[in-house]
């Protein structure tokens, strides 16, 4: 079956870039997502990528895939007290589109 | 301007109760889900649902029913409610592509 892993926890010191990393099993995973979840909040769609691409940017996000290795990053650049959330993997297995999420990275930016 | 709402925000019931959580879509989409997020942030399908196809994780217990008065509004309904349901529900929608839009949630407390 499906499986999406992250790291649990994610430090860093605003200014620096936060890089949050995604493993995933299922091969035949056509979208790949990064949702972000602030307290008590739901989830918000940060960017998604397509299996067939490599890299794509948005602003401060730039999402990176290696689907050889099935890893999947999510790189924020001039990473601010705001960005401090859950940020959650998921990929599409076409079955109904329903999304595998992974466990979540809880991001902290220290001031 | 609402795109996905969820009602009650909150719930708390007793065991043994029967309760529904209401979903609601502005977006015009096409399909919509239900997600579970226990209290360790972990996040699991439970249903797909467009006007033609019902598809249901197969873990999820057959207390659990979604229905689907109209396009717009994809409903929970719980029968004999267990501890082990609370958690948070998250309601989603999707269009013909692949992004999915998630409402903010719903806290279901059994007690």
């Known amino acids: 079956g499906e499986d999406v892993e992250q790291s649990l926890f994610l430090s860093v010191r605003e200014g620096d870039s936060s890089v949050i990393n995604c493993t995933y099993t299922d091969s035949s995973s056509t979208y790949l997502y990064w949702y972000k979840q602030e307290p008590g909040a739901g989830l918000q769609l940060l960017t998604y990528i397509f299996s067939n691409m490599d890299m794509k940017q948005d602003q401060r996000l730039t999402v990176l895939l290696n689907k050889k290795d099935k890893h999947l990053s999510l790189r924020i650049a001039d990473t601010q007290t705001g960005d401090s959330a859950i940020y959650f993997c998921?990929?599409?297995?076409?079955?109904?589109?329903?999304?595998?999420f992974g466990g979540g990275t809880r991001l902290m930016v220290k001031p | 301007d609402t795109a996905v709402s969820q009602t009650p925000k909150y719930l708390v019931t007793q065991m043994g109760n029967d309760k529904s959580i209401k979903c609601e879509q502005n977006l015009g989409h096409d399909t919509m889900y239900w997600y579970k997020q226990d209290s360790k942030k972990f996040l699991k399908i439970m249903f797909s649902?467009?006007?033609?196809?019902?598809?249901i994780n197969e873990t999820v217990p057959n207390r659990f029913s979604p229905k689907s008065p109209d396009k717009a509004h994809l409903n929970l309904h719980i029968n004999s409610l267990e501890l082990g349901d609370s958690a948070v529900y998250f309601c989603?929608?999707?269009?013909?592509?692949?992004?999915?839009?998630f409402g903010p949630g719903t806290r279901l407390t059994v007690t």
């Open positions: 989603a929608s999707s269009p013909r592509t692949y992004e999915q839009y």
């Open positions: 998921a990929e599409n297995n076409n079955a109904g589109n329903m999304l595998t």
């Open positions: 649902y467009n006007n033609k196809e019902l598809i």
